[in-house]
């Protein structure tokens, strides 16, 4: 069945670092792929989206790049700042209209 | 647009206690979802809506769940006979139509059955 690998976490770093978290599917067919960011206390928030392969999603900074050939949507940023710190969810969508699959999620914690 | 809303944000309950939980999606989204997340775990699942037509149902929702979406609008999910399994955070989404498949959540919630 279809499924979402992230890395474990916590992701601690200092403000101003490199961040990758990385993150694997396993799906039939051509799926959409997705971040979601979840701060404390909220809801989960779109972070930013993939159609297809080779598309990369961009927003806020971060960026992911959809990679077919390695099954991988991984996400990026060039230069973290504690208000980054959050939980990461990767997530797929196989068909339009149907239900997200989510990873575990990715704890970050930025410190200044 | 306002965004996805649900009430109450915490539930505290005693075991074999009902629960309702209600939904509001984003105003003219058709298709609704309900999840459920656990400590340390992603939203998985339990089932979803276009328009006021229940389509998919998750293996996770037992038969003390219950959802209903009887207007095509808000939803409410109910719970009954509570058990301290049931603890968890409860997320509704909604989507604006069939061909997009992003998901825009609300903030949850949350029931501690005691």
């Known amino acids: 069945g279809n499924s979402v690998t992230q890395m474990e976490g916590p992701v601690t770093l200092s403000e101003e670092a490199f961040l990758t978290i990385n993150c694997t599917y396993t799906?039939?067919?051509?799926?959409?792929l997705f971040w979601y960011v979840q701060y404390p206390g909220e809801g989960l928030q779109l972070l930013l989206k993939a159609t297809k392969a080779d598309d990369k999603g961009s927003n806020k900074g971060f960026e992911a790049t959809y990679r077919k050939e390695t099954t991988s949507f991984h996400l990026e940023k060039g230069s973290v700042q504690v208000s980054d710190s959050a939980v990461y969810f990767c997530?797929?969508?196989?068909?339009?209209?149907?239900?997200?699959?989510f990873g575990k999620g990715t704890t970050l914690s930025v410190s200044s | 647009d306002t965004g996805v809303s649900q009430d109450p944000r915490h539930k505290i309950t005693k075991r074999g206690q009902n629960v309702t939980f209600r939904c509001d999606p984003i105003?003219?989204?058709?298709?609704l979802y309900w999840y459920r997340q656990t400590l340390g775990q992603g939203p998985e699942f339990l089932t979803y809506f276009q328009n006021e037509a229940q389509l998919e149902k998750s293996r996770l929702l037992s038969d003390r769940f219950s959802a209903e979406r009887p207007k095509g609008s808000f939803s409410t999910l109910e719970i009954q006979r509570t058990e301290q399994g049931d603890s968890a955070m409860y997320l509704c989404?909604?989507?604006?139509?069939?061909?997009?498949?992003?998901?825009?959540f609300g903030p949850g919630t949350r029931l501690t059955v005691t």
């Open positions: 989404a909604s989507s604006p139509n069939q061909l997009l498949r992003e998901q825009y």
């Open positions: 105003s003219e989204h058709n298709r």
């Open positions: 799906a039939t067919g051509y799926p959409s």
């Open positions: 997530a797929l969508s196989d068909k339009a209209g149907t239900a997200l699959i």
